[in-house]
Nanobody, 122 residues
Framework: QVQLVESGGGLVQAGDSLRLSCAAS????????MGWFRQTPGKERKFVTA??????AYADSVKGRFTISRDNAKNTVYLQMNNLKPEDTAVYFC?????????????????WGQGTQVTVSS
């Protein structure tokens, strides 16, 4: 079993930056693809970014602003968010998936964290 715990969310102003962390226990992140998703009330959980085998992918809405990174020695994945906008307000979830290749859909991921709230004011 893989346990994922997100942290680093909070209330910021438009244009500010935040770094989210996703710490894993039970197994190391090596051998797993990792992703970040976000969800607002009444909306589907949507893809933000993913990393697997050294490759990365980003949703169009965050390209150039968000960066995913991984420290396998610390069993931690990060989401650096720069130039935050009010429309980035959401609960952010990290997810882990067994297997190779980038996966952008929620149903392809095996493990999920509890989420961390990011609120961006104007």
């Amino acid at each position: 079993q893989v346990q994922l715990v997100e942290s680093g969310g909070g209330l910021v102003q438009a244009g500010d930056s935040l770094r989210l962390s996703c710490a894993a226990s039970g197994r190391t992140f090596s051998g797993y693809g990792m992703g970040w998703f976000r969800q607002t009330p009444g909306k589907e959980r949507k893809f933000v970014t993913a990393m697997s085998g050294g490759s990365t992918a980003y949703a169009d809405s965050v390209k150039g602003r968000f960066t995913i990174s991984r420290d396998n020695a610390k069993n931690t994945v990060y989401l650096q968010m720069n130039n935050l906008k009010p429309e980035d307000t959401a609960v952010y979830f990290c997810a882990a998936r067994r297997g190779l290749g980038l996966t952008l859909t929620t149903t392809e991921y095996d493990y999920w964290g509890q989420g961390t709230q990011v609120t961006v004011s104007s």
